[in-house]
């Protein structure tokens, strides 16, 4: 019967349930950044790539005049 009582009491208990639920909300967090900036990175990538093929080209031009 105690036994009963203590489970009763701890199945009760929210005191932690403010922890688990801002731990979820920043690892759902966590995910969602990650998509984000894994997106982000193929458009910076082509940027970059542009970039460089159009200084290589103005190098070429000028070296060549």
């Not at 203590?6 to 995910?31: H, K, N, P, R, T």
Request: proline letters at 0%; hydrophobic letters at 50%.
């Amino acid at each position: 019967m105690k036994n009963m009582k203590a489970l009763q009491q701890f199945w009760q208990d929210e005191s932690g349930q403010d922890l688990i639920e801002y731990s979820l909300l920043m690892a759902f967090l966590a995910v969602a950044s990650i998509g984000i900036l894994s997106g982000a990175r193929n458009a910076v990538n082509g940027i970059w790539h542009t970039a460089n093929s159009d200084l290589v080209t103005a190098n070429t031009v000028a070296a060549g005049s």
